[in-house]
Structures are given as C-alpha cells and as structure tokens.
C-alpha cells in the first residue's frame, strides 16, 4: 500500500480531481487547504524573518491511499494535471503505508481502499 501527498496550486484542483476519477479504480481522495513556502528566498528574492516578512502561500493538499500497483498512475496524473511550470506547482511525496483498515468494515489492505 501506498501514500501519495501532493500539494498543488489551488486554482488547478478541479483539473487535478479530473484527471484523477479519469483513473479506473481510483480509491478516492482527502482534501484540505494548507498554507506554505517553498524554497525560494519570499518576494524580491530575500528572505529576511520578521513577523511581516513571513509570507505563506494559499495551497491544497491531495491525500490518496492506493494499492502499489495503480500508485505510479495516480501519481503521474496528479503531476501533469498540475503542472504549469512555474514556481510553486508544488510536490508530490510517495510513502510507503504498512497497514490500512476500514472502520466500517474491517476490511484490510487493499479491500480497504
């Protein structure tokens, strides 16, 4: 079982989520809105901390739990659904995920999902 994280501009969500239930067996998704700085210096490339100088950008996080074999898919949608190529498309993290249960079912793994 996979993780898949990815943080996206939240003005390309609808175009991501389209590529996503394009997928045959996508499992479904967790949404929620984050704020955050990438690695970049912050407007006019200099970072100086003071209380004003923090400047965090509006984003969406994507959280899709999987089975590994449809996870590269999933993953390669959401980064071309994404990408626009420039600064601040966002990331998209892999992780290895040891166990899942359903709660209403108990079904484990990839019955699961």
Known sequence: MKEIKA?????I???VMEALHAIPHFP???V???EGQGRGR???GKYVPTVQSIFLNKMTKLEVICSDDICDELARA???AAHTGNPGDGLVVVLDVPRVVRI???QEQD???
Do not use: D, L, N, W
């Open 7 to 11: 943080v996206i501009q939240p003005h």
């Open 13 to 15: 969500f609808t175009k």
């Open 28 to 30: 479904g998704v967790t």
């Open 32 to 34: 929620s809105e984050c």
């Open 42 to 44: 912050g407007r006019g």
């Open 78 to 80: 959401i980064q071309h």
């Open 104 to 106: 209403r079912t108990g």
């Open 111 to 113: 019955e699961a999902v």
